[in-house]
């Protein structure tokens, strides 16, 4: 896209000359992820340049530092005096966005540092207990099961069913809907804004780039009166403890942090889970004899389900902003750099994981960073454990064979946020 066009969200394509190290690839240009994440870049990186430096389109910012080490991806995570989360998780924003849409984007807990940090996610820790958790596990397989057979029905019906579509989506953001305390005849209105938000820059999910502001804003609309109603008749969801929520000045939370809030909650526990689903049946499908295993020894399921975490790595990348000089594994880095993790690579990096590029569904120990690690470790890790453990239990319960093939393409979100598939069509034979 040339600097001459209209403003709107643009692509992040640098053409210029690379000045600190020799380009393997532009991990900044969204089409380097069309066919999934570039994997044998990033492990090229990995052995040559530890410290990767990636330029970024001029206007955008000055480009970013890479990080492909597992070690120097806890390094930093650790370390949030050093290497803060406040200037944003994403590599860099369109100059052009509307102030209320960056307000939310970067005014949430996940980009904040401590103590700040803490006191948003005590609001909603309760929410994601080991207790609470499991005592969703009953309507989290209720759920599984009406999706399981509305698949089912759909491939006895036509022959194949889209596996994002019909059995990856509809979970999480059910769930989540649930806990969220969203009234079932809106959710399919947040599935399609989360949708749309996610693939802001793929114009499959989101043809109307220009429009993508409309709908942040449709979705803050909608976060506000649902804490409005909440704060006049409070109920036992995480739209109550939010609406009620007092920070530690005894104020209730700003509005733009409501927004991000929601906008959040939206987008983190519903495309990370799904895509965890979609990528693990893709990555079953790729390799019968690890299907064949878990079919066979249906107890592994909770290493298999770390296995595809690790695996698919749901979350591509977080960034951290340098809050002064220092060092990541002995390489410099100045006070402001951007400095970019690849959750994908750390979890591929051979100092920590025998055989990294295959797929065991037995593999342990797996010490994977899907989830990230310290003050941000993420807060939904047990609902989205769990909601994998469920469908993949439904699944082999319905297709006991786990016969599954595709039956087209698979095709992949132009993003390099998320490790995201939209289309996988898919066939299977259920039990009589
Ligand atoms: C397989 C599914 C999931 C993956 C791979 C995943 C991944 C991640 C990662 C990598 C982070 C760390 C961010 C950082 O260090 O900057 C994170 C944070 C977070 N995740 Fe998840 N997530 C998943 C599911 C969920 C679910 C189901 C929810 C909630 C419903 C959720 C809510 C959050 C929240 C609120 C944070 C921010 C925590 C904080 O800043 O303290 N996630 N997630």
Same mark, same amino acid.
């Given at each position: 896209?040339?600097?001459?066009?209209?403003?709107?969200?643009?692509?992040?394509?640098?053409?210029?000359?690379?000045?600190?190290?020799?380009?393997?690839?532009?991990?900044?240009?969204?089409?380097?992820?069309?066919?999934?994440?570039?994997?044998?870049?990033?492990?090229?990186?990995?052995?040559?340049?530890?410290?990767?430096?990636?330029?970024?389109?001029?206007?955008?910012?000055?480009?970013?530092?890479?990080?492909?080490?597992?070690?120097?991806?806890?390094?930093?995570?650790?370390?949030t005096g050093?290497?803060?989360?406040d200037?944003?998780?994403?590599?860099?924003?369109?100059?052009?966005?509307?102030?209320?849409?960056?307000?939310?984007?970067?005014?949430?807990m996940?980009?904040m540092d401590p103590p700040e940090h803490r006191t948003y996610r005590n609001?909603?820790?309760?929410?994601?207990?080991?207790?609470?958790?499991?005592?969703?596990?009953?309507?989290?397989?209720?759920?599984?099961?009406?999706?399981?057979?509305?698949?089912?029905?759909?491939?006895?019906?036509?022959?194949?069913?889209?596996?994002?579509?019909?059995?990856?989506?509809?979970?999480?953001?059910?769930?989540?809907?649930?806990?969220?305390?969203?009234?079932?005849?809106?959710?399919?209105?947040?599935?399609?804004?989360?949708?749309?938000?996610?693939?802001?820059?793929?114009?499959?999910?989101?043809?109307?780039?220009?429009?993508?502001?409309? /709908?942040?804003?449709?979705?803050? !609309?909608? @976060?506000? $009166?649902? *804490? =409005? +109603?909440?704060? #006049?008749?409070?109920?036992?969801?995480?739209?109550?403890?939010?609406?009620?929520?007092?920070t530690e000045d005894?104020?209730?939370?700003?509005?733009?942090?409501?927004?991000?809030?929601?906008?959040?909650?939206?987008?983190?526990?519903?495309?990370?889970?799904?895509?965890?689903?979609?990528?693990?049946?893709?990555?079953?499908?790729?390799?019968?004899?690890?299907?064949?295993?878990?079919?066979?020894?249906?107890?592994?399921?909770?290493?298999?389900?770390?296995?595809?975490?690790?695996?698919?790595?749901?979350?591509?990348?977080?960034?951290? /902003?340098?809050?002064?000089?220092? !060092?990541? @594994?002995? $390489?410099? *880095? =100045? +006070?402001?750099? #951007?400095?970019?993790?690849?959750?994908?690579?750390?979890?591929?990096?051979?100092?920590?994981?025998?055989?990294?590029?295959?797929?065991?569904?037995?593999?342990?120990?797996?010490?994977?960073?899907?989830?990230?690690?310290?003050e941000?470790?993420?807060?939904?890790?047990?609902?989205?454990?769990?909601?994998?453990?469920?469908?993949?239990?439904?699944?082999?319960?319905?297709?006991?064979?786990?016969?599954?093939?595709?039956?087209?393409?698979?095709?992949?979100?132009?993003?390099?946020?998320?490790?995201?598939?939209?289309?996988?069509?898919? /066939?299977?034979?259920?039990?009589?």
């Amino acid at each position: 896209m040339s600097e001459a066009q209209p403003a709107k969200l643009p692509d992040n394509i640098f053409d210029g000359p690379w000045t600190r190290n020799p380009k393997i690839v532009d991990l900044n240009d969204l089409d380097s992820f069309v066919h999934g994440v570039p994997h044998d870049a990033l492990d090229a990186i990995r052995a040559q340049y530890p410290m990767y430096w990636n330029e970024e389109k001029r206007d955008w910012g000055p480009g970013f530092w890479n990080l492909t080490r597992y070690e120097d991806i806890v390094e930093v995570s650790r370390n949030t005096g050093t290497f803060s989360s406040d200037a944003g998780i994403n590599i860099s924003f369109p100059p052009d966005v509307e102030p209320a849409v960056i307000n939310a984007v970067i005014g949430n807990m996940i980009t904040m540092d401590p103590p700040e940090h803490r006191t948003y996610r005590n609001i909603a820790k309760p929410f994601f207990s080991t207790r609470s958790v499991t005592s969703l596990e009953a309507r989290v397989r209720e759920l599984a099961r009406g999706i399981v057979a509305d698949a089912v029905k759909k491939v006895r019906d036509t022959g194949s069913c889209d596996v994002m579509t019909d059995i990856a989506a509809p979970l999480p953001i059910s769930v989540l809907c649930d806990i969220l305390g969203v009234p079932h005849e809106d959710w399919k209105k947040i599935f399609d804004w989360s949708n749309e938000l996610i693939g802001i820059f793929d114009p499959d999910l989101c043809p109307d780039p220009e429009g993508a502001t409309a /709908t942040f804003m449709e979705l803050f !609309t909608y @976060g506000q $009166h649902l *804490v =409005a +109603e909440r704060r #006049k008749s409070p109920r036992d969801d995480l739209m109550t403890a939010i609406a009620v929520a007092k920070t530690e000045d005894g104020e209730g939370i700003p509005e733009h942090l409501l927004n991000g809030f929601f906008l959040l909650m939206v987008v983190a526990g519903n495309e990370t889970t799904r895509n965890s689903i979609t990528g693990g049946l893709h990555a079953l499908i790729e390799n019968p004899s690890q299907r064949d295993r878990l079919v066979q020894h249906p107890t592994i399921l909770p290493t298999a389900v770390e296995e595809i975490l690790r695996w698919v790595s749901p979350v591509s990348h977080m960034r951290r /902003t340098a809050l002064c000089d220092s !060092t990541i @594994g002995g $390489h410099p *880095v =100045a +006070e402001g750099d #951007k400095v970019v993790m690849w959750y994908g690579a750390g979890n591929r990096d051979p100092s920590v994981f025998d055989r990294p590029r295959t797929f065991d569904v037995t593999r342990d120990p797996n010490p994977h960073l899907a989830f990230g690690i310290g003050e941000h470790f993420c807060l939904g890790s047990r609902l989205a454990r769990l909601q994998l453990k469920v469908i993949f239990e439904e699944l082999l319960r319905v297709v006991p064979t786990f016969d599954f093939s595709l039956t087209g393409d698979v095709r992949y979100v132009r993003t390099n946020f998320i490790n995201g598939i939209k289309a996988m069509p898919a /066939t299977f034979t259920p039990v009589r």
